[in-house]
């Protein structure tokens, strides 16, 4: 019966009342370096909805894709009014021996990203390399020097929780930002 029990409020711990979203884990912490070399600590970011990507510049792969489906997410946000102050994207580079700052801010400007709320972040790579694992995500070199890596972006509700891992399939604009607001109501219903 005990047993019975802590499971009942170790499953209750994992979801939010009357949310479709359930709560997936803990946020990895991190502190890296964005594009415009300055430290972003993954504190210094809760009490915003975070869309969370992984991504290097010189991928011919998936990483245009996700960055380009990004874009439309936050497209659609300001076409719904929503607040760029409590959403916030990360693209957390998976090459940073190659994505300096500087390369990262090039490949902003390549893609017209709006930095208003849009961070591309890199660092020393021991600490770059904690973090990708610490997300569970990974990146192992292969033909013509690209990466070989999967696709996931990660949805983190304002109290550091994930609450959705979109693979490139699913990452439609609309279904995202429909997340997005679902969160943000969360939050401000919050005592």
């Given at each position: 019966?005990?047993?019975?029990?802590?499971?009942?409020?170790?499953?209750?711990?994992?979801?939010?009342p009357?949310?479709?979203?359930?709560?997936?884990?803990?946020?990895?912490?991190f502190?890296?370096?964005?594009q415009?070399?300055?430290?972003?600590?993954?504190?210094?970011?809760?009490?915003k909805?975070?869309?969370?990507?992984?991504?290097?510049?010189?991928?011919?792969?998936?990483?245009?894709?996700?960055?380009?489906?990004m874009?439309?997410v936050?497209?659609?946000?300001?076409?719904?009014?929503?607040?760029k102050?409590?959403?916030?994207?990360?693209?957390?580079?998976?090459?940073?021996?190659a994505?300096?700052?500087?390369?990262?801010?090039?490949?902003?400007?390549?893609?017209?990203?709006?930095?208003?709320?849009?961070?591309?972040?890199?660092?020393?790579?021991?600490?770059?390399?904690?973090?990708?694992?610490?997300w569970g995500?990974?990146?192992?070199?292969?033909?013509?020097?690209?990466?070989?890596?999967?696709?996931?972006?990660?949805?983190?509700?304002?109290?550091?929780?994930?609450?959705?891992?979109?693979?490139?399939?699913?990452l439609?604009?609309a279904?995202?930002?429909?997340?997005?607001?679902?969160?943000?109501?969360e939050?401000?219903?919050?005592?």
């Amino acid at each position: 019966m005990a047993s019975l029990l802590l499971l009942l409020v170790a499953v209750g711990a994992n979801t939010e009342p009357n949310s479709r979203l359930a709560v997936i884990s803990r946020a990895p912490e991190f502190s890296l370096i964005n594009q415009d070399n300055q430290k972003v600590h993954s504190a210094d970011l809760r009490g915003k909805v975070l869309l969370v990507g992984f991504i290097f510049t010189t991928c011919n792969g998936t990483c245009p894709a996700t960055t380009h489906r990004m874009a439309l997410v936050q497209q659609e946000l300001k076409s719904r009014g929503l607040s760029k102050k409590e959403v916030q994207f990360l693209s957390i580079s998976l090459d940073a021996a190659a994505d300096t700052p500087d390369v990262l801010r090039r490949y902003m400007h390549l893609y017209d990203i709006d930095a208003t709320n849009w961070s591309f972040l890199t660092g020393p790579v021991p600490d770059v390399n904690k973090t990708i694992a610490a997300w569970g995500m990974w990146a192992r070199p292969a033909a013509k020097g690209q990466l070989d890596h999967p696709s996931r972006i990660f949805l983190v509700d304002p109290l550091g929780r994930v609450r959705e891992i979109y693979n490139l399939s699913y990452l439609k604009p609309a279904w995202v930002a429909q997340d997005i607001e679902l969160l943000l109501r969360e939050q401000h219903s919050r005592p």
